[in-house]
């Protein structure tokens, strides 16, 4: 039987600011948005748009969660096109859309989706307020999403938000932990395992989870860490589940955690010289609704000379190199 193909385009830490907002975040925790490089973005999205079959957002979409820069970055993702503008990713805002595209989204919100108040404290609710279409509000911070969809699926992805519930719960005598660090929640861990084994043994498909905090990344700063994330790599590996897709570090990896391979995406639209501007495109091989092998293609903003994300040599990852 001849491999299916699945394209997922991965996008990740973008922090979108209303023009207008205020930004309450220290520049050495993150940096929002760069407007040219959100351009260059969402055009090289719009002109690959045949090359792929789903976006994936892996988290910090907006880069507080004030209600303006929310509402500012759900128009990024599903504003409808301006049919006169000559720009066909443009909205009637005269911003970029990911609505141009045509593609399903899925999404997973981040901590900077989370920062409540002017002291960015962790814990805020509208996310789900702004963004109901994609992220519920009674799922316990657990979201599953169908490849192509529920009726015939190839390939499931379950979303986890692992964002602190409060500042309490991060490593208080780490300064900056309130607002880069992330915690694995018995409560969430459990509801995602068993959303893992429900869709296993109903749906039948294979399955791989989106988060936006890159567990066990190497070398992480403590303030940027996962809080117990060996008990999302243990539950993964009990519940056989070989990829993971995330962000947050900004800077790109492809790494194994124990025999989990994780897919790490920089930040797509933020600019630093500590940062790893970048965007992947996934080609996922299944056959008899198994993931056989992913290869990934990335792309990296020239900011030199092109302005554009530029294409870098093509990785391959089989399942049975893990």
């Keep these: ?84 503008s000559s720009n066909k990713w443009l909205n009637y805002h005269k911003e970029p859309t990911l609505s141009a595209c045509g593609k399903q989204i899925i999404i997973v919100p981040g901590n900077h989706d989370r920062f409540k108040g002017l002291s960015c404290q962790p814990g805020g609710t509208e996310f789900e307020e702004v963004f109901y279409h994609y992220w519920y509000k009674y799922n316990n911070d657990v979201q599953e999403y169908f490849i192509p969809s529920k009726e015939e699926p190839q390939l499931a992805v379950i979303c986890v938000d692992f964002s602190l519930k409060s500042i309490y719960d991060c490593q208080r005598f780490i300064e900056g932990s309130l607002w880069g660090q992330g915690k694995v929640y018995d409560d969430k861990l459990k509801f995602l395992k068993n959303k893992t084994d429900e869709i296993r043994s109903i749906n039948h498909c294979d399955i791989l989870w989106m988060l936006h905090f890159a567990p066990e990344f190497p070398n992480i700063k403590n303030d940027m860490e996962l809080i117990d994330s060996h008990k999302l790599i243990k539950a993964a590996t009990e519940l056989k589940v070989k990829y993971i897709f995330c962000g947050h570090t900004h800077k790109t990896s492809s790494y194994l955690a124990q025999d989990i391979q994780i897919r790490c995406n920089g930040t797509s639209a933020c600019l630093s010289k500590d940062y790893d501007t970048t965007v992947y495109l996934h080609e996922i091989s299944i056959s008899v609704r198994k993931v056989k092998q992913i290869r990934s293609l990335k792309y990296t903003y020239d900011n030199i000379k092109s302005k554009k994300f530029e294409p870098t040599k093509p990785q391959s990852v089989p399942v049975s190199a893990l």
């Design 1 to 84: 039987m001849p491999d299916n193909k699945i394209r997922l385009l991965h996008i990740s830490d973008i922090h979108l600011q209303h023009p207008a907002a205020l930004n309450p975040i220290p520049r050495w925790v993150s940096e929002p948005y760069n407007r040219e490089t959100l351009y260059a973005l969402t055009e090289l999205a719009y002109e690959l748009r045949q090359s792929y079959d789903v976006i994936l957002l892996s988290g910090d979409i907006a880069h507080t969660a004030s209600i303006k820069n929310l509402v500012f970055a759900s128009r990024f993702v599903d504003s409808p096109v301006n049919d006169k």
